[in-house]
């Protein structure tokens, strides 16, 4: 067959249609391969819309309770504020160390100390285990749902190679059932292929991108974390021991 009459028929065949009649005459096994590459793809994306804000304004946010903090001379005034910056993870730090701060002050019957006498917290232990309970708490909260694109991008690219390995033993058929091994018969079997492992690739690449990206903003933000739990009990080791 010459190279004119292969062209022709590669025309008149699944490649006629362009991107959309090649999808329509691709067999259910790569269509089912597309679907899930594709549902893979949406939830990622989703993700990374919703993460990309929330860890933008947890970060913002905390510039401004850190701010705060540190102008204010009292854990009530400060503690007034937190409602309104409920987005940055050092609120649920702070909040937790002030309870307990709280707690220890007024005693047992929660009280408050006698006037005249200086309030004291009794453990500085109990209080840093608190501090660091809640920052595992909050940096769980950060992580949420990213480790799905972690999951996209170890998972898809095997999906999509399932699909390659898929076309190509529908190419390898028609080989067989052909008796020809000529463009015309082999094409549609390595396009269906040459789709999934692009698919695989699109879903996997952004996920991939966005996962490492997002794992150092909760890097840092579990930095800021740390740091301002060390404030925190320097401050309550200064004014209440």
Known sequence: ???AAV??????TAFSGGMADLLQHTGIMVKVVLVILALFSFVS????????????????????FLDVFRR?????????????????????????GYVEVNQQVRGPGMNPAPAGQRPTVRSL????????????????????????????????PFVGLFGTVWGIMNAFGDIGRMGSANLAVVAPGIS??????AMGLAAAIPAAVFYNFYNSRIKVLSSMMDDFALEFLNIVERNFT
Not at 192 to 197: F, P, R, S, V, Y
């Open 125 to 156: 232990d109990s209080l840093s285990r608190a501090l660091v309970r809640a920052a595992t708490v909050e940096g769980t909260r950060l992580e949420r749902r990213v480790t799905f694109l972690a999951t996209t991008a170890s998972v898809t």
């Open 1 to 3: 067959m010459s190279s």
């Open 192 to 197: 269906e292929a040459l789709i999934t492992t």
């Open 7 to 12: 062209f022709v028929l590669l025309q008149t």
């Open 72 to 96: 204010s001379s009292k854990f009530s005034e400060v503690n007034s504020v937190c409602v309104q910056l409920k987005a940055s993870p050092l609120v649920g730090v702070f909040q937790a």
């Open 45 to 64: 994306w989703a993700i990374i819309l919703y993460k990309g804000i929330a860890l933008r304004r947890a970060y913002s946010q905390s510039l401004t």
